[in-house]
């Protein structure tokens, strides 16, 4: 089967980016609810939940991954029969992991007290909050999640984008409803767990109407369930590291610093997970359209498309990185006030925190794509261990400085050389030289940006919505105007030019020409 790589990217990226635009949007109103009507404590509550939970999901293992690669060319030769067989095959994994899941979440019941520091806030009851949580989290596994698999597959996450742009909006609407008349936390999650229910169905039903003649049946060979099994075994280390990496940071900090100290580190982090999740799209969009280029490519093409694909994300990146800078104080003053905002030096470290994730997140696409997990297999573990290491080591001594920071000498340390190592050696051979020269030139111009937007931003003062409005012109603006300035002559701005010419529609054209020059 062809894919049509560009034309689908587009939409994905079209219909990702409403729904992250949304997802954004929501949470930041629902968590704005939470604070006015029941309290900063909750948001605390709520983050150690979604954090132990992470580290339950471990037992996906990475089989999600593992079987969305193995798709990628039996899609490609259109071979039905063993489409059909993988599908089968994602689903008794799925039925497997979630019975896991269940049971590992009630061995750890006994040790939630032990978690938090300090009161439970409303003198809720912490056993069915987080029944409710652990119940929620299986279902996902338990109904028909193996669906979503042929859809990512043949690149159509826009149609993932749609189902839970209306499975959220029934979520939030009854939330926020909830929470302003009854106050009540618990009504807040079961609707959470409606929520699920609803797109987990509607997503099967889609994948069956769009394929109709993909059901899971038939059987594997032996060999090909044991290279299947192989992935998921250089998978579950990544899935380990990944989760301890995510988790550590809030489960740490809750035990050591407590809930409130928790919540308005969360309001930050969830700034930046917005702007994560925003960026996202180009990873989920691109990722299956990779890893058939990959198959069908050639080695300069395909290093072609990572060269421009590294342009764009650091461009995207560096530019996020500026608003934060810029904007992050003034705007947490204005949502939450004056006495839930951290001080700006620790600003700044989450800052290169969300740089240096982006990085780590950029380089683990083209892995994934790509299948190198036996080589990569033990790096997550290595750089999370030493995360959580040195968390301990100096949450007591430096506090948040100490935790933030971990995860970012972690990752510096041991991720990004890793990665690019196995990305060089086994995809682009001996480029790895040239590519480092950009990254060093892109860094540069990170700084070319951040210091004449920080610097003009830093002489408006913090005072009302029209101070901060200007604020945020500013740093659209200047730094964009600095990357096209530098980057309009580079081929890999001009393959981007190229290809979005495209992509768009003929009347936005002009746009692409306007930037060309």
Same mark, same amino acid.
């Given at each position: 089967?062809?894919?049509?790589?560009?034309?689908?990217?587009?939409?994905?990226?079209?219909?990702?980016?409403?729904?992250?635009?949304?997802?954004?949007?929501?949470?930041?109103?629902?968590?704005?609810?939470?604070?006015?009507?029941?309290?900063?404590?909750?948001?605390?509550?709520?983050?150690?939940?979604?954090?132990?939970?992470?580290?339950?999901?471990?037992?996906?293992?990475?089989?999600?991954?593992?079987?969305?690669?193995?798709?990628?060319?039996?899609?490609?030769?259109?071979?039905?029969?063993?489409?059909?067989?993988?599908?089968?095959?994602?689903?008794?994994?799925?039925?497997?992991?979630?019975?896991?899941?269940?049971?590992?979440?009630?061995?750890?019941?006994?040790?939630?007290?032990?978690?938090?520091?300090?009161?439970?806030?409303?003198?809720?009851?912490?056993?069915?909050?987080?029944?409710?949580?652990?119940?929620?989290?299986?279902?996902?596994?338990?109904?028909?999640?193996?669906?979503?698999?042929?859809?990512?597959?043949?690149?159509?996450?826009?149609?993932?984008?749609?189902?839970?742009?209306?499975?959220?909006?029934?979520?939030?609407?009854?939330?926020?409803?909830?929470?302003?008349?009854?106050?009540?936390?618990?009504?807040?999650?079961?609707?959470?767990?409606?929520?699920?229910?609803?797109?987990?169905?509607?997503?099967?039903?889609?994948?069956?109407?769009?394929?109709?003649?993909?059901?899971?049946?038939?059987?594997?060979?032996?060999?090909?369930?044991?290279?299947?099994?192989?992935?998921?075994?250089?998978?579950?280390?990544?899935?380990?590291?990944?989760?301890?990496?995510?988790?550590?940071?809030?489960?740490?900090?809750?035990?050591?610093?407590?809930?409130?100290?928790?919540?308005?580190?969360?309001?930050?982090?969830?700034?930046?997970?917005?702007?994560?999740?925003?960026?996202?799209?180009?990873?989920?969009?691109?990722?299956?359209?990779?890893?058939?280029?990959?198959?069908?490519?050639?080695?300069?093409?395909?290093?072609?498309?990572?060269?421009?694909?590294?342009?764009?994300?650091?461009?995207?990146?560096?530019?996020?990185?500026?608003?934060?800078?810029?904007?992050?104080?003034?705007?947490?003053?204005?949502?939450?006030?004056?006495?839930?905002?951290?001080?700006?030096?620790?600003?700044?470290?989450?800052?290169?925190?969300?740089?240096?994730?982006?990085?780590?997140?950029?380089?683990?696409?083209?892995?994934?794509?790509?299948?190198?997990?036996?080589?990569?297999?033990?790096?997550?573990?290595?750089?999370?261990?030493?995360?959580?290491?040195?968390?301990?080591?100096?949450?007591?001594?430096?506090?948040?400085?100490?935790?933030?920071?971990?995860?970012?000498?972690?990752?510096?340390?041991?991720?990004?050389?890793?990665?690019?190592?196995?990305?060089?050696?086994?995809?682009?051979?001996?480029?790895?030289?040239?590519?480092? =020269?950009? *990254?060093? $030139?892109?860094? /540069?111009?990170?700084?070319?940006?951040? #210091?004449?937007?920080? !610097? +003009?931003?830093? %002489?408006?003062?913090? =005072?009302? *919505?029209? $101070?901060?409005? /200007?604020?945020?012109?500013?740093?659209? #603006?200047?730094?964009? !105007? +600095?990357?096209? %300035?530098?980057?309009? =002559?580079?081929?890999?701005?001009?393959? /981007?030019?190229?290809?979005?010419?495209?992509?768009?529609?003929?009347?936005?054209?002009? %746009?692409?020409?306007?930037?060309?020059?």
């Amino acid at each position: 089967m062809k894919i049509e790589r560009s034309k689908n990217t587009s939409k994905n990226i079209v219909f990702g980016s409403i729904l992250k635009i949304y997802q954004i949007v929501m949470p930041f109103i629902i968590r704005t609810v939470m604070i006015y009507q029941l309290g900063v404590g909750y948001l605390g509550l709520n983050s150690l939940f979604a954090s132990i939970l992470q580290i339950l999901n471990m037992a996906e293992l990475g089989v999600g991954n593992a079987m969305v690669y193995s798709m990628y060319k039996p899609i490609a030769d259109d071979d039905e029969k063993k489409i059909c067989a993988l599908m089968r095959l994602y689903r008794l994994y799925y039925r497997i992991i979630g019975l896991i899941i269940l049971c590992a979440g009630i061995i750890i019941v006994p040790f939630l007290p032990r978690l938090i520091k300090g009161d439970i806030p409303g003198g809720l009851n912490l056993y069915i909050l987080y029944g409710l949580n652990l119940g929620a989290t299986v279902l996902t596994y338990w109904l028909f999640a193996y669906k979503n698999c042929i859809i990512v597959a043949h690149q159509r996450n826009d149609v993932i984008s749609k189902i839970t742009l209306f499975a959220e909006s029934f979520k939030y609407f009854l939330q926020i409803s909830m929470l302003v008349i009854f106050k009540n936390y618990y009504v807040f999650l079961i609707i959470a767990i409606a929520s699920q229910i609803i797109n987990n169905v509607v997503t099967a039903i889609c994948a069956q109407k769009m394929f109709p003649n993909f059901r899971p049946e038939g059987k594997l060979d032996y060999k090909e369930i044991r290279e299947i099994n192989r992935k998921v075994k250089d998978l579950f280390t990544a899935k380990v590291g990944g989760t301890i990496t995510s988790s550590a940071d809030t489960v740490v900090i809750s035990a050591f610093l407590g809930l409130t100290v928790l919540a308005i580190y969360q309001n930050y982090y969830f700034v930046i997970s917005s702007l994560m999740a925003f960026v996202a799209v180009i990873y989920d969009s691109c990722a299956a359209g990779i890893g058939n280029s990959l198959v069908i490519e050639s080695k300069e093409k395909n290093y072609q498309i990572f060269s421009a694909i590294s342009l764009v994300i650091f461009w995207l990146t560096g530019w996020c990185t500026v608003c934060l800078l810029c904007l992050f104080q003034p705007f947490m003053k204005i949502w939450v006030g004056d006495k839930l905002v951290l001080d700006y030096s620790i600003v700044i470290c989450i800052c290169i925190y969300f740089f240096v994730y982006e990085l780590v997140k950029m380089f683990c696409m083209f892995k994934d794509a790509a299948g190198i997990w036996h080589q990569d297999r033990f790096r997550p573990l290595i750089s999370s261990l030493i995360n959580l290491v040195l968390n301990l080591m100096t949450v007591k001594w430096l506090g948040l400085y100490g935790v933030v920071l971990s995860t970012v000498i972690s990752q510096v340390v041991i991720s990004i050389p890793w990665l690019l190592h196995n990305l060089f050696t086994t995809m682009y051979e001996s480029k790895m030289k040239d590519y480092l =020269k950009k *990254i060093g $030139l892109y860094i /540069i111009v990170l700084f070319l940006g951040v #210091i004449p937007a920080f !610097i +003009i931003c830093a %002489i408006i003062p913090d =005072k009302g *919505i029209w $101070l901060f409005a /200007i604020k945020i012109i500013i740093c659209i #603006i200047l730094p964009n !105007i +600095i990357y096209i %300035i530098l980057f309009r =002559k580079t081929a890999e701005f001009k393959y /981007i030019c190229t290809l979005a010419e495209k992509v768009l529609p003929s009347r936005l054209n002009f %746009i692409v020409r306007i930037i060309k020059g």
